[in-house]
């Protein structure tokens, strides 16, 4: 049986403006909902890539899925069998233990949509742009650090 919904309670709407930007690495990370909007449940962003940006090296995800909607653009994406690159209305699933990346390996911006769940791996985003803004340099010795504290490993192949 469903438990009744408070009296008080509301429907989250959000305007297109409304949201939180990290930039990090070239890609325009825009997180519409996080965990402090969801209970911690999911999150989801929508991101931006200029030709030529790597979002992400393969890796892989203990902790969450995540899955990738291409809007607009085409986005090159590692899928553990090698890279396909997709256009509008294409959908990744990457869910726990299966490797992905993505890049724009086109001469277009790519403009996509992210869902996390559960939510929370928007601290690794927060976490990078921090360590960037504070001098240091994106290597990979620095994203591996960061990942492993969100149960993610880099991924080779």
Do not use: K, W
Not at 83 to 99: D, K, M, S, Y
Not at 147 to 154: E, G, K, L, P
């Amino acid at each position: 049986m469903t438990e009744p919904q408070s009296s008080d309670a509301r429907a989250l709407l959000r305007r297109p403006e409304d949201g939180e930007l990290i930039d990090v690495a070239g890609v325009q990370h825009f997180f519409r909902l996080t965990a402090e909007h969801t209970g911690g449940q999911f999150s989801f962003e929508e991101f931006t890539l200029a030709p030529g940006t790597v979002g992400a090296r393969p890796h892989v995800h203990s902790g969450h899925d995540e899955y990738f909607y291409v809007l607009e653009g085409e986005l090159t994406l590692h899928n553990g069998d090698g890279e396909v690159t997709v256009g509008p209305g294409h959908l990744l699933a990457a869910v726990r233990g299966t490797p992905h990346g993505f890049r724009n390996a086109g001469t277009e911006m790519c403009r996509a949509l992210c869902l996390y769940t559960p939510a929370g791996y928007e601290g690794y985003f927060r976490d990078v742009h921090a360590a960037v803004a504070a001098g240091a340099e994106v290597t990979d010795e620095l994203l591996a650090e960061f990942r492993s504290r969100y149960r993610t490993a880099s991924h080779q192949g």
